[in-house]
């Protein structure tokens, strides 16, 4: 605690990295507590306990989080390509660190899975159930995506005000609802949708949201619309997507999905002080420094560690509820939260496996310096 808190930089913003924590929990969370895979017949299917639970969709309320990791990567990116050109560093060269700090952590997911698809339909596994436990892994990475997209077009949007591409989105929704446009059309909010709280990190990173009133002012106005456009307008209320459900808020992103993201990232800046306070003790800031540092292996390899708990849990003789049951009753909820832990030990393995990758040692000394400032 003490190495991690003496080569702290003292300008840090702590609140920036906690809130990336906070992100990264949230979809961990999310994505065991919802994600079911149920087996039935020799045969393996992804399930969702908001599908014969709906009145649960609040809780994906708390842990959809996506908007905090982008409003967050905005802030750090905009953050260091500045950083970047004030020491003279060129943005081709810029983007390829950036690159790389994405992009090697997900060669290793890919190949491992990639193996284990082979050798799992070579012994005569169901091809429907490999697709089902690849599409679980690999699904997340849309994410890493758009991610980099944005990353790659910073200096082109960094200015760029968040209420453009809110409109778009509400433009793409009037298309796909409202005029029977066809559905493709929803896929220019994947990145027009994610945009709105890059924007906003972006102004963050220029110290436009130091005030106390444009957090409130996003926290209640992006609820209440959100609250408006589920009562009044037809849009589902859990904000991740639902096996079986006419409309997803996330595949693509829809107005409800961008202004919910609004209110997570008002709720975000009002948290900013109270935040920096609890994290000026070291212990609790030694906890989330080393969260920080192992985020993509983390988001990367979750949804394994889930997996494989679910085929240990196979060597039983019977099903076990919150493991391979459907997901419809209370009682299945309360055993999915008993498995948490299980859940978080395999995540520890495939961290002690993986997070070397998560490493890059930058090409020189410049650029070292530019990410160090950036807070990256």
């Known amino acids: 605690m003490r190495k991690v808190e003496g080569t702290t930089p003292a300008g840090r913003d702590r609140a920036v990295d906690a809130l990336r924590a906070l992100a990264i929990g949230g979809v961990v969370l ?11 017949s020799g045969s393996v299917r992804v399930a969702s306990p908001l599908r014969d639970m709906p009145y649960l969709a609040p809780v994906s309320w708390v842990l ?56 799992m339909l070579a012994l005569g596994a169901d091809l429907k ?26 200096p082109l949007v960094a200015r760029l005000h968040p209420a453009w591409p809110l409109a778009v989105v509400a433009l793409v929704d009037l298309v796909r ?18 945009l709105v709280p890059y924007c906003l990190g972006a102004a963050w990173a220029r110290d436009r949201l130091n005030e106390r009133t444009t957090g409130w002012a996003l926290l209640t106005c992006g609820a209440g619309v959100a609250a408006l456009l589920i009562m009044w307008a037809g849009y589902p209320a859990s ?5 079986g459900a006419h409309i997803s808020n996330q595949s693509p992103p829809t107005l409800v999905a961008a202004v919910f993201g609004l209110a997570q990232c008002g709720a975000a800046l009002l948290l900013r002080d109270p935040l920096r306070r609890v994290l000026a003790r070291p212990t609790v800031w030694a906890f989330v420094a080393l969260a920080n540092l192992s985020a993509m292996t983390i988001f990367l390899w979750h949804q394994t560690a889930m997996i494989a708990v679910t085929t240990l849990g196979l060597l039983a003789d019977r099903p076990l509820i919150g493991l391979h049951t459907v997901p419809d009753e209370p009682s299945w909820v309360l055993a999915r939260l008993a498995w948490l832990p299980a859940f978080a030990l395999a995540l520890a393995v495939c961290w002690g496996a993986f997070h070397a990758y998560e490493r890059v040692r930058p090409p020189a000394p410049r650029v070292q310096a530019e990410e160090a400032q950036a807070q990256s």
Do not use: D, I
């Open 129 to 154: 159930s490999v697709q089902a436990l690849a599409k679980l892994v690999w699904s997340p990475l849309w994410f890493l995506l758009v991610y980099a997209g944005l990353t790659a077009v910073t």
């Open 64 to 119: 959809q989080t996506m908007a905090l990791f982008f409003l967050v990567g905005g802030q750090v990116t905009a953050r260091s390509h500045a950083s970047a050109r004030a020491c003279g560093v060129g943005y081709v060269r810029w983007l390829r660190v950036r690159m790389a700090r994405l992009l090697r952590p997900v060669t290793a997911v890919v190949a491992v899975w990639s193996a284990v698809a082979v050798v």
């Open 30 to 40: 999310g994505h065991w507590l919802v994600s079911a895979l149920v087996v039935e």
């Open 177 to 194: 609802f409202g005029w029977g446009g066809p559905e493709w059309v929803g896929w220019v909010n994947l990145a027009a949708g994610w």
């Open 239 to 243: 904000m991740v997507g639902v096996p």
